[in-house]
């Protein structure tokens, strides 16, 4: 969602650039356009600081067990970047994996588990 959001500002400034270019700083559609990445990017902004609210609390590089209707998923957490790692039947599975991946790739790493650390 947050890149996609990304991407359409990115692609109405081009716009914009394109529109100066064509059209002069004080063209009606100039301002409209502005005005319109003005709004986008407050929105922006309020989504990040949701996000940053959400994570509150959670670090924000660390592994996530998620549940996935019949399955769960493993997955590496680095802010907003989310990273696959595996998939399992069960919880407990999920677990081992996840701790495997602690064990190979950073102790520093915490696993959780709906916005929950996991102990052992």
Do not use: C, W
């Not at 502005?34 to 929105?43: A, C, G, V």
């Not at 940053?52 to 802010?79: A, M, N, W, Y």
């Amino acid at each position: 969602m947050v890149e996609k959001f990304r991407e359409r500002i990115e692609k109405n400034r081009q716009r914009l650039h394109e529109l100066v270019n064509e059209k002069g700083l004080t063209h009606p559609d100039v301002i409209q356009l502005s005005k319109l990445i003005d709004q986008m990017l407050n929105e922006f902004d309020e989504i990040l600081n949701n996000l940053e609210e959400e994570l509150d609390g959670v670090p924000q590089v660390h592994i996530r067990i998620t549940p996935t209707g019949f399955e769960f998923e493993i997955s590496l957490q680095e802010g907003l970047k989310s990273t696959h790692i595996a998939n399992a039947k069960t919880f407990e599975v999920a677990k081992k994996v996840a701790r495997d991946y602690v064990k190979n790739n950073g102790s520093h790493l915490k696993i959780y588990y709906l916005e929950q650390q996991v102990t052992d």
